[in-house]
């Protein structure tokens, strides 16, 4: 186990910005955003105060979670976590994320592991106070691409993405909440494609057998998601919540109703607060001025302002309302209602007895421009806990890395660096030096003639130019040509390069934002995901590499 800097991960690559960065090492510079820090036991304390105080139906809040859970087929652990919440000492820990297929990027596991064992940690250290960890299935999103794919290592070291496609083609239309599109018989495809890219290994059968227990035909995105989680964490106590759903909805109508007869207040209020932030940092989220979308005929539409005063339209459609038509909306059919990511929040913690959020670097960012949303709702905004942030280094790459001098960070700074790095090492010419003094001879050379012809004839200088620049176009032409000529001559050397960044940095990002856990199940049994909980520290704050 080792652990890495976040300041020395390419935002590119890594996505760690620098408001991420003040964030996590120097919180004194963004405490103005927040509400707390996630270092501080005072302000935990604070913020477990603010959110006791607050009143709201733990019973009935207790009921929907029940329900859900149970027709998820959780565990007594977690039966006996909602039960925990009916009582005012007890908060949630929150973190959640679109219902991708089985189960999205690693990241998703690590926001749950982050979850877990914050939850435990807090409950050791604020005794007699309870803490649940509970994840909100973000299944009400319409964009299907977010979560119809996955991608593993091949048995070539390539990193290959395989989709899942409705009736074999991707949706040409707005489909709605996505964590209730059902699969259809392209299952198999996908299953069948999954199998030809895995390797063959003694736990293949299994995996493939538990993947298809929870992901069949006419079972839901978020179903299969719920199911196949509660397998991983079934012993944790992990807490669902599916906020498509029409209990869950009528509980938000408050918040719901005061969007619609306030705007654009709210979006104003993200406006200003963006603009602070962006003096010094960059505004992740744009606000809209009705921060809500409406299911209809199918699909899920933002809803719009019209220029005549008091009516609304669907984005996208012809579809109008009235200003009352939809506050009756509200109130009559909240369930068609689904707020957007700078209501979401809001309405998470306003359900919730929340005390933390367990977030990644995007979302810390738009945190960031939300406190004024918590306080227009009177809301109390959570501590935003940095989700753990993990590289799964295997041993047989430890042999390219000791081969050639390298370490592991440099494959998250830039991949041709190191490519170039090893070529230097193996090459007997140092062809940035040999060009730059092939450079340098003809730059004083022209120099001379630059100086000779303004003595003869200066509108000889014109041309001399033409011919500088040509000169250095044909030589970076031909150094190109060369590096090109050096890379193939060690080709196996980038091979085994091009292997190691396939695995720690797929399609230029981070593993953690790229590979499924399939791939690592396959590998190392199905009781991986509860050996990785036992090896992932949460509370170091920097990225860690755990060696397989």
Request: hydrophobic fraction near 40%; charge should be negative.
């Amino acid at each position: 186990m080792s652990w890495i800097d976040f300041r020395e991960i390419s935002n590119n690559v890594g996505g760690f910005s620098l408001l991420f960065h003040d964030y996590v090492y120097d919180f004194e510079k963004v405490r103005e955003f927040y509400n707390g820090d996630f270092r501080s036991a005072e302000d935990f304390q604070s913020i477990m105060g603010a959110t006791k105080a607050r009143l709201r139906d733990r019973n009935r809040l207790a009921n929907v979670l029940r329900r859900q859970n149970q027709s998820y087929g959780c565990g007594d652990k977690t039966l006996e976590n909602i039960d925990l919440l009916k009582d005012d000492a007890t908060f949630a820990v929150v973190t959640g994320q679109q219902v991708g297929i089985l189960g999205g990027p690693m990241y998703t596991l690590y926001k749950i592991i982050s979850a877990i064992k914050l939850s435990n940690e807090l409950t050791r250290r604020h005794p007699p106070c309870r803490f649940v960890p509970v994840f909100w299935l973000e299944g009400e999103d319409h964009d299907f691409a977010e979560v119809n794919a996955i991608t593993v290592i091949t048995r070539e070291n390539l990193a290959q993405r395989i989709e899942y496609l409705i009736d074999g083609k991707f949706p040409d239309k707005n489909i709605g909440a996505v964590g209730n599109v059902t699969f259809d018989g392209s299952l198999a495809s996908f299953f069948e494609k999954l199998d030809e890219t895995l390797v063959n290994t003694e736990f293949k059968p299994h995996l493939l057998s538990l993947l298809q227990t929870h992901y069949v035909p006419g079972a839901s995105f978020a179903n299969a998601f719920v199911g196949l989680l509660n397998a991983f964490f079934h012993e944790f106590g992990l807490v669902f919540i599916n906020s498509n759903d029409k209990e869950v909805k009528e509980m938000l109508v408050p918040v719901f109703q005061r969007e619609v007869r306030e705007f654009p207040k709210i979006g104003q209020e993200v406006i200003d607060r963006s603009a602070e932030l962006e003096e010094r940092y960059h505004a992740q989220v744009k606000p809209k001025a009705v921060n809500l979308f409406l299911f209809h005929k199918g699909g899920r539409y933002l809803i719009e302002p019209r220029k005549r005063e008091g009516d609304f339209a669907l984005k996208g459609t012809r579809h109008t309302l009235t200003k009352d038509e939809l506050d009756s909306l509200v109130t009559t059919s909240p369930e068609l209602l689904s707020p957007n990511v700078v209501l979401r929040p809001v309405c998470q913690d306003y359900l919730l007895p929340t005390v933390a959020y367990v977030g990644g670097p995007s979302e810390i960012a738009y945190f960031a421009q939300l406190r004024p949303v918590y306080s227009y709702y009177d809301v109390t905004m959570p501590i935003i806990y940095p989700r753990a942030s993990v590289t799964l280094f295997e041993e047989k790459l430890e042999n390219v890395l000791e081969k050639y001098n390298l370490q592991l960070v440099d494959f998250f700074r830039d991949d041709e660096d190191v490519g170039r790095k090893v070529i230097d090492q193996l090459s007997e010419v140092d062809v940035d030096s040999v060009f730059v003094s092939a450079s340098n001879d003809i730059g004083n050379m022209l120099s001379q003639l630059n100086f000779a012809l303004n003595q003869i004839d200066q509108t000889l200088l014109g041309p001399l130019e033409s011919t500088r620049s040509k000169m250095e176009e044909s030589l970076n032409l031909l150094k190109e040509k060369t590096l090109e000529a050096q890379r193939k001559k060690h080709e196996i050397a980038m091979r085994q390069v091009l292997k190691v960044t396939n695995h720690v940095c797929p399609n230029a990002t981070l593993q953690e934002r790229e590979l499924n856990v399939a791939y690592f199940l396959n590998k190392y049994g199905l009781e991986f995901v509860q050996w990785l909980t036992g090896e992932i520290l949460v509370d170091k704050f920097r990225h860690q590499v755990v060696r397989l």
